[in-house]
């Protein structure tokens, strides 16, 4: 536990983009990840959104996986748009088929246009009550510009917030 | 040039997923495609750039394209809209 902390706290202080331009996309959530193909969405796994990863959260509490700005929030509450410094467009979407919620079970922290740091509360939902409405909360965390960057994925498994999900270099003219 | 507009009338609007959808379709093509409403205009081949023109329903948006295979897009795009929104 101690170890996963001061990992934690390792990330949080390391610059948002290093001297080789990558980034790292932290677990915005406790819980279980798995690889973006592997959600039951078919749009999500074929990677339609965007290339990335997904967290079956233990909680509802979900942080920001980057430093940046918050481009857009859905009205429903349960999606989200972040654009990082360094041009990383990544979407955020709390569940599947959430969005006929139209907001209920959401709570949102931030407002649109807002800066944020990789850590920060961005929002919550009533993990629970969504679970016994029968939603697959599985949260894709995806990246809709990918094919500009090479993405390097962690492995599968038990994660917490702010342990790394998976880095992105941008590809240059050269590769 | 080819155009069309279309009402939006998705009670939720042009939410993420359906954009993905949308997004992959005008990618397919050459042309320069653009989403307008009340002359706000985003790429139709980015997914942030549709997402943050926030369209809701019972919107009006029109969507424009300029390029070799614009008649090809306009169809497949005006058919598509008339499906999901």
Redesign the interface.
């Known amino acids: 536990m101690s170890e996963k902390k001061g990992f934690f706290m390792h990330l949080m202080g390391k610059q948002a983009v290093p001297s080789d331009g990558s980034e790292i996309i932290a677990a915005p959530l406790d819980g279980r990840a798995i690889d973006i193909t592997e959600v039951s969405d078919k749009v999500f796994a074929d990677k339609i959104l965007g290339d990335g990863m997904a967290v079956i959260p233990d909680n509802g509490r979900l942080y920001a996986p980057i430093d940046g700005t918050v481009e857009n929030l859905l009205e429903t509450k349960h999606a989200l748009c972040m654009v990082s410094a360094g041009g990383v467009e990544l979407l955020i979407h709390v569940g599947r088929d959430t969005v006929s919620l139209n907001g209920k079970h959401f709570t949102m922290h931030v407002e649109e246009g807002q800066k944020v740091k990789r850590g920060q509360l961005l929002l919550e939902f009533d993990r629970e009550a969504l679970l016994s409405e029968g939603f697959d909360l599985a949260t894709p965390v995806v990246v809709s510009n990918s094919s500009e960057f090479v993405m390097e994925k962690s492995a599968s498994g038990a994660v917490s917030c702010g342990d790394v999900l998976f880095r992105l270099v941008p590809k240059t003219a050269n590769n | 040039m080819k155009q069309f507009q279309y009402v939006i009338k998705d009670p ?2 042009l ?3 359906p954009a ?2 949308l997004v ?1 379709q005008a990618q397919k093509y050459e042309s320069r495609i653009e989403l307008s409403r009340d002359g706000k205009s985003a790429s139709l081949k ?3 750039a549709v ?2 023109m ?1 369209v ?1 329903c019972g919107e009006t948006v029109e969507v424009v394209a300029e390029g070799p295979d614009e008649e090809a897009a306009i169809q497949t795009l005006e058919a598509f809209f008339r499906e999901n929104f």
Do not use: I, P, Y
């Open positions: 939720n609007g939410h993420a997923r993905g959808l992959q980015r997914l942030f997402m943050g926030n809701k």
